[in-house]
């Protein structure tokens, strides 16, 4: 496999249409002023277009492509690879799932580091974590205490896939009920009680429309008497 990387206009970048990896608008702004503060990113990963002479097709590096335009650069840093169909589609299912997970000690050791140096709000504007989540983790906020429950009622994860316009929709509706309810408990807490209020809600209405749909009940008719 023969790599080289070169600078490549960003009008000859062309997304693969079978890249299945899709960002949220709150991560793809962290990543924009990512690269608008640093102007540094990781190399994007591409090959030569297979139907397209001149034009390079992305397999690894999309998101940063598009963060690349909006902030008005003309060119990106690739590492061109010489795949072909099959490599492509295998490195498409891999290269942005593959990942190690963070060692706890020293990912605390690098947020303190950087928390004692930025104000942790601008923080948050350019790491994967809410500024609440960066204060618990580098000890500026105590952790909540989960309050004690029984066995019998531990907390059940429940997992949905949804596109991205559903997923705005159900978190639009959460914290539309969950500013409603008290403060106290945990987010994660308040979230799933307004998510229970919300289907609480929908099976009312259900009740009251199948009770509305009913038929009147009519007595019975007195048993007639004997003369």
């Not at 503060?37 to 990963?45: F, I, K, M, N, Q």
Request: proline share 8%.
């Amino acid at each position: 496999m023969r790599n080289y990387i070169r600078h490549i206009p960003l009008t000859k970048l062309v997304p693969h249409p079978d890249n299945a990896n899709r960002m949220s608008r709150t991560t793809f702004s962290k990543l924009l002023r990512h690269i608008e503060r640093t102007g540094c990113y990781e190399p994007l990963v591409v090959r030569r277009h297979p139907d397209r002479p001149g034009f390079f097709q992305i397999i690894n590096g999309a998101h940063r492509c598009e963060a690349l335009r909006k902030l008005g650069h003309h060119q990106a840093e690739a590492v061109v690879w010489d795949v072909d169909d099959e490599q492509t589609d295998l490195l498409l299912a891999t290269l942005n799932r593959l990942q190690g997970r963070d060692t706890l000690d020293k990912k605390l050791a690098l947020l303190r580091r950087l928390g004692a140096r930025v104000p942790l709000g601008a923080l948050a504007r350019f790491l994967p974590h809410t500024r609440g989540q960066l204060e618990r983790l580098t000890g500026r906020r105590s952790l909540a205490r989960p309050a004690p429950c029984p066995v019998d009622a531990f907390p059940t994860p429940l997992v949905f896939f949804v596109d991205e316009a559903q997923k705005e929709a159900i978190e639009d509706a959460v914290v539309r009920v969950a500013a409603d309810l008290p403060t106290a408990g945990t987010r994660a807490g308040r979230r799933a009680t307004a998510l229970l209020t919300i289907v609480q809600f929908f099976l009312d209405c259900d009740r009251l429309a199948a009770a509305a749909n009913e038929p009147p009940s009519v007595p019975s008719a007195p048993p007639a008497r004997a003369d």
